[in-house]
């Protein structure tokens, strides 16, 4: 984690909670194309899936759903940047959907790039999300506020269909 926040957490696979994993699927019309930020303790169930950092790497295709790492990697010196820049160089090449569970944290160079490149945001009403670690749920919940980002064509729809889970805006429709 960053955004100015101190993980204490053991672990660096913070993954989906299933209500947010429903609603995506749901938009998706019940299926995610590409997870590229999977572990082996992911909730996705995409078509394709590549763990982290080599999501990086590869070609991103169809309906995407991303939980990027938060905090920046020291071994391989990426940050929520990139995967911020992958989602709006890979929304622009190809004009597929994009969907990114990121922190909110609206002062930061990733959230800067959101603002030029993405189509609508979503701020969740849980502030507090409880990610499952390992398999399992955190009762703690995360240490800040997350958001949903969309890069795609249906800003209507997505904010239509997660309007339920937070306030929901279009930035450059």
Not at 77 to 85: E, I, Q, R
Not at 97 to 111: D, G, K, S, Y
Not at 149 to 161: A, T
């Amino acid at each position: 984690m960053s955004a100015g926040r101190k993980n204490n957490s053991p672990t660096k696979h913070w993954n989906t909670p299933p209500k947010i994993l429903a609603v995506v699927r749901e938009f998706f019309g019940g299926r995610i194309d590409l997870d590229p930020c999977s572990n082996e303790h992911s909730l996705v169930g995409a078509q394709v899936s590549f763990g982290k950092p080599h999501g990086l790497t590869q070609d991103w295709f169809g309906r995407v759903f991303c939980n990027p790492p938060y905090g920046r990697n020291s071994e391989d010196k990426t940050s929520l940047l990139d995967w911020v820049n992958k989602s709006a160089e890979t929304f622009s090449a190809r004009n597929n959907e994009i969907i990114m569970l990121i922190p909110v944290a609206t002062n930061t160079r990733h959230f800067y790039k959101i603002w030029e490149t993405a189509k609508s945001v979503c701020f969740l009403k849980d502030s507090r999300l409880k990610f499952w670690i390992n398999g399992r749920e955190d009762k703690k919940g995360a240490p800040m506020a997350c958001c949903l980002v969309y890069w795609g064509s249906n800003c209507q729809g997505f904010n239509e269909r997660f309007s339920s889970l937070g306030k929901c805006l279009n930035i450059n429709p």
